[in-house]
C-alpha cells in the first residue's frame, strides 16, 4: 500500500497564506505528474493545478497568480504555495499523484484549508 503523505491544512484569514505538501516516497516519484484537487462543500472536486515530473505547471485560472508549484524529486515531495486567500479557495485538498504511462494512480486522504474571519 502506498502512502500519501499530505500536509499543510489549516484556517487562515482572507488575504493569507498556507503551504500544502504532499510526500509520496513509495513510488517512482519523478514519474508521476503530481495534481492538487478540492472539493468545497456543496460542490463537485475541481482539478487545482498540476505539475509534471519535468516540472511543466498548469493551475485553474480562479488560482494562477496566487497558487505556485515546487517539486523535488529526490525528496519525493511536492508542495503548493497558497497566497492571497480567499474565501472560496475553502475546501478539502488532495493530494494526486498519476502515471501518464502505466495510469498508476494515489490519492491523499485529504487536508481542510479554511478561509475565514
Known amino acids: 500500500q502506498v502512502q500519501v503523505e499530505e500536509s499543510g491544512g489549516g484556517l487562515v484569514q482572507p488575504g493569507g497564506s498556507l503551504k500544502l505538501s504532499c510526500r509520496i516516497p513509495?513510488?517512482?516519484?519523478?514519474?508521476?505528474?503530481m495534481a492538487w484537487y478540492r472539493r468545497a462543500p456543496g460542490k463537485q472536486r475541481e482539478l487545482v493545478a498540476t505539475?509534471?515530473?519535468?516540472?511543466?505547471?498548469n493551475y485553474h485560472p480562479s488560482v494562477k497568480g496566487r497558487f505556485a508549484w515546487s517539486r523535488n524529486n529526490l525528496d519525493k515531495m511536492v508542495s503548493l504555495q497558497m497566497d492571497d486567500l480567499k474565501r472560496e479557495d475553502t475546501a478539502v485538498y488532495y493530494c494526486?499523484?498519476?502515471?501518464?504511462?502505466?495510469?498508476?494512480?494515489?490519492w491523499g486522504q485529504g487536508t481542510q484549508v479554511i478561509v475565514s474571519s
Open positions: 494526486n499523484a498519476k502515471n501518464p504511462w502505466s495510469n498508476d494512480e494515489h
Open positions: 513509495g513510488i517512482n516519484f519523478a514519474t508521476y505528474t
Open positions: 505539475i509534471t515530473g519535468s516540472g511543466n505547471e
